[in-house]
DNA sequence: CCAACCCCCTGAACGC
DNA sequence: TGCGTTCAGGGGGTTG
């Protein structure tokens, strides 16, 4: 169920691990799992190639290749991507298995089975929706002018308007109900009716409470192989998600929750004071 | 262009 | 205990 801070953390964890390791084989028990290729064209194409590096995009994951290919993955809410021992016991719901050197398997599980895998040739034009994509949370041209661009006419819930990865790539339910408490801003405010000193907050809350879940994530690869690929551990200082009824951590006014766009969000009602359009 | 809805799928939690 | 309902942190597609 991962948003950026948990595509980051298991960038980080994987990297040092996979660089340079071969991939010997691909073996696909559900072959829908891949967007393209063909399930057949992606494991040939696969097989044999070198991992170079492990890039990531919005909540996107990029396996790098030698050969200047590329695999991608979408997580989507309930896909993992563990490396493991090939005697480790295999988790249910895995769907994809590449098979590395000195007995080490990359493994793909997903639940739900929304998650998605595609293979790039060099060169070839993207298609994973990855080109759609809005700026990286960490990207300097995330300045307040930016936010007055792409949200200062929208007649939706910033809540909304945050989910929208056309805007900001790796946003999520959860980090956005994060970074919203932390701005002191209504989850219902419209995009429209954010002021200067709202987007400035926005600006400058948006990387920074990324960075900051990013690094409460932080796990040696043999704690992420023993919590099964799963082991976020940055959901004890989680704020407000998951938090209703509860007290505020600032002030103790119980914190609601309201369905806005769809999703479940929380939030501080005396805290969040800021809803605009008076 | 936008909003509102639908879909994909399983499992956990809750209500009766 | 069992059964039905609701919900879950994702995104794409269609319709009006």
Request: charged share 25%.
């Amino acid at each position: 169920m991962p948003e950026l801070p948990e595509v980051e953390t298991i960038r980080r964890v994987l990297e040092p691990q996979l660089k340079g390791k071969l991939i010997r084989q691909v073996r696909l028990s559900r072959p829908e799992i891949i967007s393209a290729p063909t399930a057949e064209e992606f494991c040939r194409r696969a097989e044999g190639e070198r991992i170079c590096s492990l890039g990531r995009r919005g909540k996107f994951l990029q396996i790098e290749l030698h050969s200047g290919a590329e695999i991608v993955l979408h997580l989507r809410m309930s896909g993992c991507l563990l490396l493991a021992p090939k005697e480790y016991p295999l988790a249910k719901h895995t769907h994809a298995i590449f098979e590395l050197e000195e007995g080490e398997e990359l493994r793909f599980s997903d639940v739900r089975r929304f998650g998605r895998l595609w293979l790039l040739a060099p060169g070839q034009e993207d298609c994973t929706g990855r080109q759609k994509l809005g700026l990286e949370p960490f990207d300097p041209q995330l300045t307040p002018e930016y936010l007055q661009q792409i949200w200062g006419k929208k007649k939706r819930p910033i809540k909304d308007c945050m989910l929208d990865q056309q805007a900001v790539a790796g946003i999520g339910n959860i980090y956005s109900d994060e970074i919203l408490f932390r701005a002191g801003i209504r989850p219902d405010c419209l995009g429209c009716n954010l002021e200067e000193e709202q987007r400035q907050r926005l600006a400058q809350m948006i990387p920074q409470t990324l960075a900051y879940f990013i690094e409460k994530n932080a796990i040696s690869p043999q704690e992420y192989l023993d919590g099964g690929g799963r082991d976020y551990r940055n959901t004890p200082f989680l704020q407000v998600y998951g938090h209703s009824a509860q007290p505020c951590p600032r002030c103790g006014s119980l914190l609601e929750r309201k369905v806005i766009a769809g999703r479940s969000s929380v939030f501080c009602p005396a805290c969040q004071n800021f809803l605009g359009g008076s």
